[in-house]
């Protein structure tokens, strides 16, 4: 089964940082782009940032440019995403999601999420 | 600019065709794709490429995209199909649109 399962989401202080883990499974993890989209709670979906398959081709959005790196680790089939600056506005649910072709632009596979909260 | 905007709710009758568009600047020259989202749930794509259904979607969505409007279609809606649809295309980074409320009563 195809599968991406997130973990590292916890409740932290403005300014802090946090790791967030996204491990995959059933699938060839070298073979495809992937990315980290957020929610707020009730809110819509925001695109964060995106890792080529096997290249260092790495993309921010704007909000987090600077703050936020991508990294991906192929032989532990993981991506992660390293959160410094965190602030009041960074509070969502973070998903990691597989691109479908390698642009960016179409995630068919998504995992359950893991919770963000920056808070004092 | 580089945002995609869509309606905040719709709303169609059990077996009717639902329609929810996308608007963006030039949005015809670059692929779209389209995410359905039940409460609760993770997003989940069912179109790309403007008009692609992934394996495992039903032939009742459909989606177009032309000039500065991508639409998805919903042929014969069901009472499953409520849910939040996103659109998304790629600009300068991927850009989501804000989410239509897809109502079926």
């Known amino acids: 089964e195809v599968q991406l399962v997130e973990s590292g989401g916890n409740l932290v202080q403005p300014g802090g940082s946090l790791r967030l883990s996204c491990e995959a499974s059933?699938?060839?993890?070298?073979?495809?782009?992937m990315n980290w989209v957020r929610q707020t709670p009730g809110k819509g979906l925001e695109w964060v940032s995106y890792?080529?398959?096997?290249?260092?081709?790495?993309y921010y959005g704007d909000s987090v440019k600077g703050r936020f790196t991508i990294s991906r680790d192929n032989a532990r089939n993981s991506m992660y995403l390293h959160m410094n600056d965190l602030r009041a506005e960074d509070t969502a649910v973070y998903y990691c999601?597989?691109?479908?072709?390698?642009?960016?632009?179409?995630?068919?596979?998504w995992g359950q999420g893991t919770l963000v909260t920056v808070s004092s | 600019s580089n945002e995609l905007t869509q309606p905040s709710s719709v709303s169609v009758s059990p077996g009717q065709t639902a329609t929810i568009t996308c608007s963006g600047d030039?949005?015809?020259?670059?692929?779209t794709s389209w995410y359905q989202q039940r409460p609760g749930q993770s997003p989940v794509l069912v179109i790309y490429?403007?008009?692609k259904r992934p394996s495992g979607i039903p032939e009742r969505f459909s989606g177009s995209n032309s000039g500065n409007t991508a639409t998805l279609t919903i042929s014969g809606t069901q009472v499953m199909d409520e849910a939040d649809y996103y659109c998304?295309?790629?600009?300068?980074?991927?850009?989501f649109g804000g989410g239509t409320k897809l109502s079926v009563l």
């Open positions: 490429q403007d008009n």
């Open positions: 059933g699938f060839m993890f070298t073979g495809y782009g």
């Open positions: 999601a597989r691109d479908l072709g390698g642009s960016a632009d179409s995630f068919d596979v």
């Open positions: 030039k949005l015809g020259d670059r692929y």
């Open positions: 890792i080529g398959a096997g290249s260092p081709t790495i």
């Open positions: 998304q295309a790629w600009y300068t980074g991927t850009v």
